[in-house]
């Protein structure tokens, strides 16, 4: 079973429009991330959940919401699609320092 | 910003040792040393990671100097499969980011 799980894989969609992309994972940990890889290959934090709340939000658009209805998921929101966008985006859980990654997501916006 | 510096690029020969040199000049008494890579467009992926001591797993070798303001990531046997970009970020256990850089792009030749 895949420890940390990302939907979809890839997403090709039209500026302005609204995706989400979902993460889940399987080992129990109580803190997730957001991560954007841009095309340039910088990871840059977004997000940081630990238990369902919120506990890091970096400089990110407000176009951006995650969302945790549980410590297992955290769920990423993206409205009004722009061009710089394109990324690739990881969800991370964590445990004792240690980092475990999805295997991205891609999202393309023509 | 990363608190380290990693030179941009390294190449090593298969089944010879590589060795990734890291600085970390202002790394506090409280922050650990962590080793990453990415393999081409997947998750990164923790190696290993150490406060003073050097330390050894299954993946690698992590060598800290007794200043603490440099570390040396030893792959004994390097494989084709090992080519990948190294990160290397010094973080406190827990509460602060995982903030990467650029990394070290590791080839290895064959």
């Known amino acids: 079973d895949t420890a940390v799980s990302q939907t979809p894989k890839y997403l090709v969609t039209q500026m302005g429009n609204d995706k989400s992309i979902k993460c889940e994972q399987n080992?129990?940990?109580?803190?997730m991330y957001w991560y954007k890889q841009d095309s340039k290959k910088f990871l840059k934090i977004m997000f940081s959940?630990?238990?369902?709340?919120?506990?890091i939000n970096e400089t990110v658009p407000n176009r951006f919401s995650p969302k945790s209805p549980d410590k297992a998921h955290l769920n990423l929101h993206i409205n009004s699609l722009e061009l710089g966008d394109s990324a690739v985006y990881f969800c991370?859980?964590?445990?004792?320092?240690?980092?475990?990654f999805g295997e991205g997501s891609r999202l393309t916006v023509l | 910003d990363a608190k380290t510096t990693q030179p941009p690029s390294m190449d090593c020969a298969e089944g010879r040792a590589a060795n990734l040199p890291c600085n970390h000049s202002t790394i506090s008494g409280n922050e650990y040393v962590y080793w990453y890579r990415q393999i081409h467009s997947q998750g990164p992926q923790y190696i290993i990671h150490g406060l003073k001591n050097n330390e050894t797993n299954e993946m690698a070798s992590l060598i800290i100097t007794e200043d603490r303001k440099s570390s040396t990531l030893i792959l004994p046997h390097a494989t084709l499969r090992d080519t990948a970009v190294y990160y290397c970020?010094?973080?406190?256990?827990?509460?602060?980011?995982?903030?990467f850089g650029p990394g070290t792009r590791l080839s290895v030749l064959p």
């Open positions: 959940y630990n238990n369902k709340e919120l506990i």
């Open positions: 991370a859980s964590e445990e004792s320092g240690e980092l475990f």
């Open positions: 970020i010094v973080r406190v256990v827990y509460g602060q980011n995982f903030v």
């Open positions: 080992l129990g940990h109580d803190t």
